[in-house]
Protein backbone atom coordinates (compact mmCIF):
# COMPACT_ATOMS: atom_id res chain seq x y z
CA UNK A 1 0.00 0.00 0.00
CA UNK A 2 1.44 3.22 -0.99
CA UNK A 3 1.93 5.61 1.43
CA UNK A 4 -0.72 8.76 1.44
CA UNK A 5 1.00 11.81 2.60
CA UNK A 6 -0.53 15.51 3.70
CA UNK A 7 0.92 17.00 0.37
CA UNK A 8 -0.98 14.80 -1.48
CA UNK A 9 -3.84 15.31 0.08
CA UNK A 10 -4.06 18.97 0.67
CA UNK A 11 -3.07 18.83 -3.75
CA UNK A 12 -6.00 16.90 -4.48
CA UNK A 13 -8.48 18.87 -2.24
CA UNK A 14 -7.35 21.79 -3.65
CA UNK A 15 -8.26 20.60 -7.22
CA UNK A 16 -11.42 19.00 -6.47
CA UNK A 17 -12.90 20.84 -3.30
CA UNK A 18 -13.31 17.38 -1.68
CA UNK A 19 -12.78 17.52 2.45
CA UNK A 20 -9.44 16.47 3.53
CA UNK A 21 -10.79 12.55 4.91
CA UNK A 22 -12.27 12.21 1.23
CA UNK A 23 -9.48 12.64 -0.15
CA UNK A 24 -7.26 10.66 2.02
CA UNK A 25 -9.76 7.53 1.51
CA UNK A 26 -9.86 8.33 -1.99
CA UNK A 27 -6.08 8.33 -2.53
CA UNK A 28 -5.52 5.00 -0.27
CA UNK A 29 -8.43 3.56 -2.53
CA UNK A 30 -6.10 4.39 -5.63
CA UNK A 31 -2.83 3.17 -4.05
CA UNK A 32 -1.37 6.63 -4.40
CA UNK A 33 -2.80 7.34 -8.33
CA UNK A 34 -3.90 10.90 -8.05
CA UNK A 35 -5.70 10.55 -11.05
CA UNK A 36 -7.17 7.13 -10.02
CA UNK A 37 -7.94 9.19 -6.87
CA UNK A 38 -10.05 11.98 -8.95
CA UNK A 39 -12.13 9.63 -10.73
CA UNK A 40 -13.17 7.39 -7.24
CA UNK A 41 -14.02 11.08 -6.41
CA UNK A 42 -16.09 11.30 -9.44
CA UNK A 43 -17.83 8.37 -8.83
CA UNK A 44 -18.64 8.71 -5.37
CA UNK A 45 -20.16 11.91 -6.57
CA UNK A 46 -22.59 10.05 -9.29
CA UNK A 47 -23.73 7.14 -6.48
CA UNK A 48 -24.81 10.33 -4.55
CA UNK A 49 -26.10 12.46 -7.40
CA UNK A 50 -28.05 8.76 -8.13
CA UNK A 51 -29.23 8.67 -4.63
CA UNK A 52 -31.01 12.65 -4.69
CA UNK A 53 -31.83 12.89 -8.44
CA UNK A 54 -35.55 13.37 -7.16
CA UNK A 55 -34.25 15.88 -4.36
CA UNK A 56 -35.63 19.29 -4.47
CA UNK A 57 -33.08 22.13 -4.91
CA UNK A 58 -34.81 25.46 -4.83
CA UNK A 59 -31.68 26.87 -3.36
CA UNK A 60 -28.67 28.54 -3.81
CA UNK A 61 -27.04 31.46 -6.29
CA UNK A 62 -28.23 33.48 -8.77
CA UNK A 63 -25.54 35.34 -10.18
CA UNK A 64 -25.67 37.55 -12.93
CA UNK A 65 -22.32 38.88 -15.19
CA UNK A 66 -21.55 41.33 -18.30
CA UNK A 67 -18.72 40.96 -20.79
CA UNK A 68 -16.05 43.66 -20.87
CA UNK A 69 -18.21 45.88 -23.37
CA UNK A 70 -21.72 45.20 -21.83
CA UNK A 71 -23.00 44.16 -24.97
CA UNK A 72 -23.73 40.89 -23.73
CA UNK A 73 -25.00 39.14 -20.29
CA UNK A 74 -25.97 36.03 -18.95
CA UNK A 75 -27.47 35.02 -15.48
CA UNK A 76 -26.36 31.70 -14.23
CA UNK A 77 -28.83 29.65 -11.38
CA UNK A 78 -27.00 27.29 -9.44
CA UNK A 79 -29.01 25.47 -7.20
CA UNK A 80 -29.02 23.21 -4.17
CA UNK A 81 -30.98 21.71 -1.41
CA UNK A 82 -30.61 23.90 1.39
CA UNK A 83 -30.11 27.71 2.23
CA UNK A 84 -27.26 26.64 4.51
CA UNK A 85 -24.91 25.62 1.17
CA UNK A 86 -26.44 28.29 -0.75
CA UNK A 87 -24.49 30.78 1.65
CA UNK A 88 -21.21 28.89 1.37
CA UNK A 89 -18.31 31.31 0.30
CA UNK A 90 -17.18 28.09 -1.83
CA UNK A 91 -20.77 27.31 -3.24
CA UNK A 92 -20.77 30.94 -4.13
CA UNK A 93 -17.47 30.94 -6.00
CA UNK A 94 -18.27 28.39 -7.89
CA UNK A 95 -21.28 30.12 -9.10
CA UNK A 96 -19.73 32.94 -10.49
CA UNK A 97 -16.76 30.99 -11.86
CA UNK A 98 -19.71 29.23 -13.68
CA UNK A 99 -21.51 32.17 -14.53
CA UNK A 100 -18.02 33.83 -16.43
CA UNK A 101 -18.20 30.80 -18.27
CA UNK A 102 -21.49 31.44 -19.52
CA UNK A 103 -20.46 34.56 -20.99
CA UNK A 104 -18.93 32.26 -24.11
CA UNK A 105 -22.00 29.81 -23.72
CA UNK A 106 -24.95 29.68 -25.86
CA UNK A 107 -27.29 27.41 -23.94
CA UNK A 108 -27.23 25.35 -20.75
CA UNK A 109 -26.26 22.48 -22.76
CA UNK A 110 -23.51 24.19 -24.32
CA UNK A 111 -22.20 25.23 -20.54
CA UNK A 112 -22.78 22.08 -19.21
CA UNK A 113 -20.25 20.30 -21.53
CA UNK A 114 -17.71 23.21 -21.13
CA UNK A 115 -14.48 22.52 -20.04
CA UNK A 116 -13.59 23.57 -16.26
CA UNK A 117 -10.31 22.44 -14.69
CA UNK A 118 -10.11 19.71 -17.07
CA UNK A 119 -13.56 18.29 -16.49
CA UNK A 120 -16.88 19.15 -17.75
CA UNK A 121 -18.96 21.45 -16.07
CA UNK A 122 -21.71 18.27 -15.51
CA UNK A 123 -18.69 16.47 -14.22
CA UNK A 124 -17.90 18.82 -11.79
CA UNK A 125 -21.35 19.97 -10.56
CA UNK A 126 -21.91 15.87 -10.01
CA UNK A 127 -17.88 15.86 -8.09
CA UNK A 128 -19.74 18.80 -6.11
CA UNK A 129 -22.62 16.86 -5.06
CA UNK A 130 -20.44 13.78 -3.87
CA UNK A 131 -18.30 16.59 -1.83
CA UNK A 132 -21.36 18.32 -0.47
CA UNK A 133 -23.65 15.50 -0.05
CA UNK A 134 -26.67 17.81 -1.82
CA UNK A 135 -28.15 17.70 -5.24
CA UNK A 136 -26.77 20.34 -7.29
CA UNK A 137 -27.48 21.68 -10.63
CA UNK A 138 -27.64 24.19 -13.24
CA UNK A 139 -31.42 25.73 -12.57
CA UNK A 140 -31.57 28.30 -15.07
CA UNK A 141 -29.60 29.89 -17.62
CA UNK A 142 -30.22 33.21 -19.53
CA UNK A 143 -28.45 35.15 -21.72
CA UNK A 144 -29.21 38.99 -23.35
CA UNK A 145 -27.31 40.51 -25.94
CA UNK A 146 -28.14 44.25 -26.62
CA UNK A 147 -26.43 47.66 -27.44
CA UNK A 148 -25.95 47.95 -23.66
CA UNK A 149 -26.61 45.51 -21.09
CA UNK A 150 -26.18 45.77 -17.37
CA UNK A 151 -27.26 43.71 -14.48
CA UNK A 152 -28.35 43.32 -10.56
CA UNK A 153 -27.83 40.96 -8.32
CA UNK A 154 -30.36 40.98 -4.88
CA UNK A 155 -28.57 41.36 -1.69
CA UNK A 156 -28.05 37.37 -0.91
CA UNK A 157 -27.86 35.95 -4.69
CA UNK A 158 -31.81 35.03 -4.18
CA UNK A 159 -32.76 37.44 -7.20
CA UNK A 160 -30.51 38.41 -10.49
CA UNK A 161 -31.57 40.41 -13.59
CA UNK A 162 -30.76 41.36 -16.89
CA UNK A 163 -31.34 44.94 -18.67
CA UNK A 164 -30.84 45.84 -22.54
CA UNK A 165 -30.82 49.13 -23.66
CA UNK A 166 -30.93 50.46 -27.24
CA UNK A 167 -27.79 52.56 -27.22
CA UNK A 168 -24.70 53.03 -25.08
CA UNK A 169 -24.30 56.59 -23.52
CA UNK A 170 -22.93 58.22 -20.44
CA UNK A 171 -25.01 57.14 -17.43
CA UNK A 172 -25.84 53.82 -18.97
CA UNK A 173 -24.74 51.94 -16.32
CA UNK A 174 -26.54 53.43 -13.54
CA UNK A 175 -29.43 53.60 -15.37
CA UNK A 176 -29.57 49.66 -16.26
CA UNK A 177 -28.97 48.88 -12.47
CA UNK A 178 -31.73 51.21 -11.67
CA UNK A 179 -34.20 49.63 -14.09
CA UNK A 180 -32.63 45.75 -13.14
CA UNK A 181 -33.16 46.65 -9.74
CA UNK A 182 -37.16 47.88 -10.30
CA UNK A 183 -37.56 44.40 -12.54
CA UNK A 184 -36.02 42.47 -9.34
CA UNK A 185 -38.58 44.27 -6.84
CA UNK A 186 -41.45 44.58 -8.52
CA UNK A 187 -41.34 41.38 -11.20
CA UNK A 188 -43.06 42.61 -14.26
CA UNK A 189 -44.70 39.85 -16.09
CA UNK A 190 -43.34 42.10 -19.51
CA UNK A 191 -41.41 44.77 -21.12
CA UNK A 192 -44.26 46.27 -22.23
CA UNK A 193 -48.03 45.61 -23.51
CA UNK A 194 -46.82 44.00 -26.72
CA UNK A 195 -45.04 41.14 -24.56
CA UNK A 196 -48.22 40.47 -22.39
CA UNK A 197 -49.56 36.59 -23.54
CA UNK A 198 -53.20 37.44 -25.19
CA UNK A 199 -54.49 34.58 -22.66
CA UNK A 200 -53.31 36.76 -19.87
CA UNK A 201 -55.05 40.29 -21.66
CA UNK A 202 -58.19 38.20 -21.82
CA UNK A 203 -58.24 36.66 -18.46
CA UNK A 204 -57.40 39.82 -16.77
CA UNK A 205 -60.50 41.50 -19.07
CA UNK A 206 -62.82 38.63 -17.68
CA UNK A 207 -61.64 39.22 -14.16
CA UNK A 208 -62.70 42.67 -14.51
CA UNK A 209 -65.96 41.94 -15.85
CA UNK A 210 -66.51 39.90 -13.27
CA UNK A 211 -66.37 42.78 -10.64
CA UNK A 212 -68.14 45.10 -12.66
CA UNK A 213 -71.14 43.08 -12.76
CA UNK A 214 -70.80 42.00 -8.59
CA UNK A 215 -70.67 45.87 -8.48
CA UNK A 216 -74.05 46.11 -10.57
CA UNK A 217 -72.36 47.78 -13.44
CA UNK A 218 -74.99 47.76 -16.65
CA UNK A 219 -73.57 44.96 -19.24
CA UNK A 220 -73.14 46.85 -22.32
CA UNK A 221 -70.68 49.41 -20.13
CA UNK A 222 -68.85 46.48 -19.87
CA UNK A 223 -66.29 46.04 -22.15
CA UNK A 224 -65.36 50.11 -21.70
CA UNK A 225 -64.64 50.09 -17.95
CA UNK A 226 -62.89 47.02 -18.70
CA UNK A 227 -60.22 48.01 -21.19
CA UNK A 228 -59.56 50.86 -18.82
CA UNK A 229 -59.05 48.26 -16.09
CA UNK A 230 -56.37 46.51 -18.64
CA UNK A 231 -54.73 49.89 -19.20
CA UNK A 232 -54.56 49.78 -15.70
CA UNK A 233 -52.95 46.23 -15.83
CA UNK A 234 -50.46 46.78 -18.20
CA UNK A 235 -49.28 50.06 -15.79
CA UNK A 236 -48.59 47.84 -13.06
CA UNK A 237 -47.22 45.07 -14.39
CA UNK A 238 -45.02 45.57 -17.18
CA UNK A 239 -41.05 46.68 -17.01
CA UNK A 240 -41.98 49.94 -18.93
CA UNK A 241 -45.18 51.26 -17.79
CA UNK A 242 -44.38 50.48 -14.03
CA UNK A 243 -44.12 54.21 -12.19
CA UNK A 244 -40.12 54.40 -11.60
CA UNK A 245 -39.49 53.05 -7.79
CA UNK A 246 -36.76 55.91 -6.80
CA UNK A 247 -39.59 58.75 -8.03
CA UNK A 248 -43.22 57.60 -8.55
CA UNK A 249 -43.87 60.68 -11.10
CA UNK A 250 -42.40 58.81 -13.85
CA UNK A 251 -42.75 55.54 -15.55
CA UNK A 252 -39.10 53.57 -16.32
CA UNK A 253 -39.59 54.43 -20.08
CA UNK A 254 -39.14 58.16 -18.97
CA UNK A 255 -36.48 57.63 -16.41
CA UNK A 256 -34.60 55.68 -18.94
CA UNK A 257 -35.27 58.68 -21.33
CA UNK A 258 -32.69 61.18 -19.21
CA UNK A 259 -30.01 59.09 -21.37
CA UNK A 260 -31.40 60.78 -24.25
CA UNK A 261 -35.20 60.53 -26.04
CA UNK A 262 -34.21 57.92 -27.93
CA UNK A 263 -32.97 55.67 -25.59
CA UNK A 264 -35.60 52.89 -24.53
CA UNK A 265 -35.04 49.56 -22.67
CA UNK A 266 -35.49 46.67 -25.35
CA UNK A 267 -35.11 43.45 -23.24
CA UNK A 268 -34.89 42.37 -19.51
CA UNK A 269 -33.90 38.71 -17.94
CA UNK A 270 -35.32 38.26 -14.22
CA UNK A 271 -34.47 34.90 -12.52
CA UNK A 272 -35.28 34.23 -8.58
CA UNK A 273 -34.45 31.48 -6.30
CA UNK A 274 -37.56 29.25 -5.49
Given at each position: ?28 E ?13 K ?14 S?G????K ?33 A ?15 D???MS ?5 T ?10 E ?6 LE ?5 S ?6 KI ?5 L????D????V ?19 G ?7 K ?12 G?PE???D ?6 I?R ?5 TLV ?10 S?AD ?6 N ?7 E ?5
Amino acid sequence: MAKITAAEVNKLRKATGAGMMDCKKALVEADGNFDTAIEVLRKKGQKVAANRADRESSEGAVIAKVNGDNTKGVIVSLNCETDFVGKNDTFVALANELADLALTASSKEDLLAKDFNGMSVQDKLTEQTGVIGEKIEIGDFRSLEAPFVGSYIHAGNKIAVLTGLSQSADGAETVAKDVSMQAAAMNPVALNEDGVDQSVVDKEIEIAKDQLRQEGKPEAMLDNIAKGKIQRFFKDNTLVNQAFIKDNKQSVADYVKTLGNDVTVVAFERVALG
